[in-house]
């Protein structure tokens, strides 16, 4: 029994995939670990089953009948959409970075096991409770440059006061820079801060995730916040404060 589920309202996943004997058996697995599960099968039952319930977070298929998952992904993230795994029989690097540049949390290759399904969802989840308020990181607020960073709304608020959607994966490499300023952090060093030692991720889904950041940030100010030094790292080129 899930210790945590036992204490903590459950989490609300939503599973969209139009193999329904795949989904289901996703859904079995997830829900005795705790969670309360949705399906759905394509794009329009997944709109109603995000009006009918709080969803925490969405394992999203790749390959589904309609509107296909990375048009769904992108669409969900430029909103502000729950947390998304996405998971895809086209399981090369290339499509999953695509998966990651458009905002998924994670990408898993078909076939997973359930295990491993259930193992990512945990990081994504754990990853999201530090940004939106664990305790080294309750209530704080950040400035840099005019922006204003609010950990537990887990919102990025730029100079001209509006805010700066960010996805779960950005904001939590975003939160390890505002923690290590003007220092040179690796690739390792950012994955295992940002996204946990148990997931497993690779090289090119840092570079997308901070050239997404990169962009978002140097929208509105002139210079270069984030820079990158070649084969050792990126630096955050800005002075800090903390409320």
Known sequence: MNTQASVLPARHILVVDDDSQLREQVVGYLQEHGYQLHAAHDGPSMEAALAAAPIDLIVLDVMLPGEDGLSICRRLSETGGPAIVMVSAMGDEVDRVLGLELGADDYLPKPCSPRELLARVRAVFRRLDEVRGGAPRRGKTYHFQGFVVD????????????????????????????????????????????????????DRAVDVQISRLRRKLHACVEGEIIKTYRGAGYLFDAKVTRA
């Open 151 to 202: 950990t537990l709304r887990r919102q990025l608020r730029a100079p001209n006061g509006t805010t700066i959607l960010l996805t779960g994966g950005e904001f939590s490499l975003l939160s390890v820079f505002l923690e290590n300023p003007q220092r040179i952090l690796s690739r390792d060093q950012l994955l295992e801060q940002a996204r946990g030692s148990q997931t497993e991720v690779f």
